[in-house]
């Protein structure tokens, strides 16, 4: 069972944004602004696509998004793309040690 | 462009201990700025932290490892390794060594392409 806690699943339309959520405690996600999320394709090593909540890499689209409300961390894709299909992980510092959400599939129809 | 490289056996036997290192090239690991880890995943299954180091040799481990992991720094080679004692069929993986900011930050931004271990007599 993973610290953070990420829905299995999501899809969406060409075109469409979605939001992936991740939820911790007050110990991690909602307790430092170190939260981060990866984009994984099969087979392939994870990218960073959003570390410190909000902070997007040099070269990451702008249609990628994060915020966090209290112990709830979210991922936003806008203008979904087909290459936008992969696993997505969340990650956050947790004081003694670094923990990461189960993943969340996202399937572009 | 900073590339990293995991290597080391793919076959490990239980009880045994699985080594592996990681080879960074086109920068320093010896740079003031970032941290050098290592993160596992299972097949079919989510990320784990396993801990991390800093040139000077400084550690911080996952508390769910600690009792079997060794993450040691070669900067004269501007490698790290990993090893993990005891292993068991759980520990079945692929490694990956990453690179992450000082601080608190969790941004993993460069990472290895990954090395599968298989713990199996």
């Known amino acids: 069972q993973s610290a953070l806690t990420q829905p299995a699943s999501v899809s969406g339309s060409p075109g469409q944004s979605i939001t992936i959520s991740c939820t911790g405690t007050?110990?991690?996600?909602?307790?430092?602004?170190?939260v981060s999320w990866y984009q994984q394709h099969p087979g392939k090593a994870p990218k960073l696509m959003i570390y410190?909540?909000?902070k997007r890499p040099s070269g990451v689209s702008n249609r990628f998004s994060g915020s966090k409300s209290g112990n709830t961390a979210s991922l936003t894709i806008s203008g979904l793309q087909a290459d936008d299909e992969a696993d997505y992980y969340c990650?956050?510092?947790?004081?003694?040690?670094?923990?990461f959400g189960g993943g969340t599939k996202l399937t572009v129809l | 462009q900073l590339q990293l490289q995991e290597s080391g056996p793919g076959l490990v036997k239980p009880s045994e201990t699985l080594s592996l290192t990681c080879t960074v090239s086109?920068?320093?690991?010896?740079?003031?700025?970032?941290?050098w880890g290592w993160i596992r995943q299972p097949p079919g299954k989510g990320l784990e932290w396993i801990g991390s180091?800093?040139?000077?040799?400084?550690?911080y481990y996952n508390p769910s490892l600690k009792s079997r992991v060794i993450i040691s720094v070669d900067t004269s080679k501007n490698q790290f390794s990993l090893k993990l004692s005891s292993v068991t069929a759980a520990d079945t993986a692929v490694y990956y060594c990453?690179?992450?900011?000082?601080?608190?930050?969790?941004?993993?931004?460069?990472w290895g392409q990954g090395t599968l271990v298989t713990v199996s007599s």
């Open positions: 990453t690179r992450h900011g000082g601080g608190l930050s969790r941004n993993f931004d460069y």
């Open positions: 086109g920068g320093s690991i010896s740079s003031s700025s970032y941290y």
């Open positions: 180091i800093y040139y000077s040799g400084s550690t």
């Open positions: 007050s110990g991690d996600v909602g307790g430092y602004n170190y």
């Open positions: 410190d909540v909000t």
């Open positions: 990650c956050s510092f947790a004081g003694s040690t670094t923990v």
